[in-house]
């Protein structure tokens, strides 16, 4: 206990700070009076009286966390919070269980975009946007955010920021102090937020949708407040809007910080994510019109391009809007997709899967191997962008596509066990655990996860966890060496 209590100590002021996110759709309920106010208000209370109860308890153990407790507090965290924010649901849905509502409120924390929930324009305005507002929250990391106030508390934060920033090079520092950092890519963040959501309402949606949007948009999140999703709305220019930010917060927000500060575009064209992130995913969405074009799916050209660009991008970027039902399409088209999600976003970014950054070092790490065939004895670093990458990163990277691997695996298999055909099992996890959202045949982008038995649901709820956490920083704490002294 000794050694759990530190980091419980500094995980009740991130549940007293996360009872404030409460606080926006609170005010829109009272508002605009659509009857959910008193689940805000009870959820207020519980999770603020949750946090100091336990700060209380813990108060005399608070200590400068170790490395190891950064991961711990990560892992508590993210499970956690998730917990708390299924209050506004289970109280203002008394008919919805615990278990799709933690699998409502995971998906939009870890910005999965995956749901359980349908008659979307009918629910209040505030618990759609508190759905919107998870997805946002999550896009940049609650305990990124909580690295910038928690030094306020008296709570150093490097250690937090390494173990849950996405990527392979977890040590780069964009400023001197890790605050500054976290204060900095937030303030980003937030502008490239406003520009979105400014963006949606001057190409036609209502003050309310645009906000929703934006929020799912830039977290690549996926939750919308409509079951069409963007097909409510059949709006090319609106569907423009999206593929653009999806693209930008695509791109790691480091490199975005760094345009912003340098004052230069040149940042974008030295990032070695970035421009294959564009190739590989604009590059898919022509061969994908393409395909749809030459397969008589669309009757013309053009009309092919809009439904591919838009939904490629959205499940190549893992956020998980849809403007059609692509289930229909012939299965290549979706199944490239849902590949794509596997490894087309910057590390970084909002987005989920392995990261672009991962697939390049792999490539050149199996580009390297053949060259050894033929000159066992020779040299052969990798190179990423013109730097040599050391061993040590190599083989990290390795580690986790190896458990990336087994992960999908073993949780396809008890999906397919707990009696899912292998298409609707097999997609659901990748999905889930590349953060996507939707996959394919019965959590298609027409339905939703309703379907799944509360097994099944758990599964993906975990497969969730496991890809926002990228794996390693999840499973860590389950080993005999972690808690070791």
């Known amino acids: ?64 966390l170790q490395t190891r407790d950064g991961f711990l507090l990560v892992v508590l965290a993210w499970t956690s919070l998730p917990a708390f924010a299924t209050l506004p649901f289970l109280i203002y849905l008394p008919e919805l269980s615990f278990t799709d ?41 609650l305990i990124v955010l909580a690295v910038a106030i ?8 490097m250690q937090i920021y390494k173990a849950e920033t996405p990527g392979p090079m977890k040590d780069t520092k964009l400023t001197p102090r890790i605050t500054e950092t976290a204060k900095g890519l937030y303030l980003v963040y937030v502008g490239i937020s ?3 959501g400014l963006s949606f309402w001057l190409a036609g949606m209502a003050p309310f949708d645009a906000v929703m949007h934006a929020f799912s948009t830039m977290g690549l999140g996926g939750f919308s407040s409509h079951d069409a999703s963007f097909g409510h709305w059949d709006s090319p220019a609106i569907e423009a809007v999206t593929v653009v930010f999806m693209l930008v917060a695509g791109i790691n927000f480091s490199t975005h910080f760094l345009a912003w500060r340098q004052r230069s575009m040149t940042v974008y064209r030295l990032d070695p994510e970035a421009r294959w992130f564009l190739i590989v995913t604009l590059g898919s969405s022509l061969l994908i019109a393409v395909f749809l074009n ?22 190549a970027t893992t956020t998980g809007f849809a403007n059609t039902d692509y289930n229909q399409w012939p299965i290549f088209a979706p199944l490239w997709m849902l590949l794509l999600s596997g490894f087309a976003s910057c590390s970084g970014s909002t987005g989920g899967g392995m990261k672009m950054i991962r697939a390049q070092l792999l490539f050149r790490q199996g580009r390297r ?20 990458v050391p061993n040590n990163v190599i083989y990290a990277v390795l580690a986790f596509a190896f458990m990336y691997v087994l992960a999908i695996i073993v949780m396809t298999l008890l999906m397919t066990a707990s009696g899912l ?65």
Not at 369 to 388: D, N, Q, Y
Request: aromatic content about 10%; charged content about 10%.
């Open 194 to 196: 406003i520009a979105c």
């Open 101 to 141: 509502a933690y699998f409502e409120t995971v998906s939009g924390i870890t910005t999965t975009g995956s749901t359980v929930l349908t008659g979307l324009d009918a629910l209040p305005l505030s618990i759609n946007l508190w759905r919107g507002l998870l997805v946002w929250l999550g896009g940049m990391g």
């Open 421 to 485: 055909d292998l298409v609707t099992a097999f997609s659901a996890v990748i999905a889930s655990i590349n953060n996507a959202g939707p996959g394919l045949n019965k959590v298609g982008p027409a339905t939703t996860y309703a379907s799944l038995t509360d097994f099944q649901t758990w599964i993906c709820t975990l497969a969730m966890l496991l890809g926002r956490l990228e794996l390693l920083t999840v499973l860590v704490v389950f080993t005999r060496t972690f808690w070791r002294a």
């Open 294 to 315: 030459v397969t008589h799916v669309y009757p013309d050209f053009l009309q092919a391009l809009r439904y591919a660009v838009f939904n490629t991008v959205s499940i």
């Open 1 to 64: 206990m000794s050694r759990i209590a530190p980091v419980l100590n500094v995980l009740s002021k991130v549940v007293m700070l996360f009872s404030a996110t409460f606080l926006l759709p609170l005010t829109l309920s009272w508002l605009v009076a659509d009857g959910a106010q008193r689940a805000y208000d009870e959820a207020i209370v519980v999770t603020f009286a949750a946090g100091a109860l336990t700060w209380l308890f813990t108060r005399k153990s608070q200590r400068e």
């Open 369 to 388: 191997e053949l060259a050894r065939l033929i000159h066992p004895s020779a040299r052969l670093p990798v190179k990423l962008a013109g730097h040599v």
């Open 150 to 157: 928690l030094p306020l508390l008296g709570v150093g934060g």
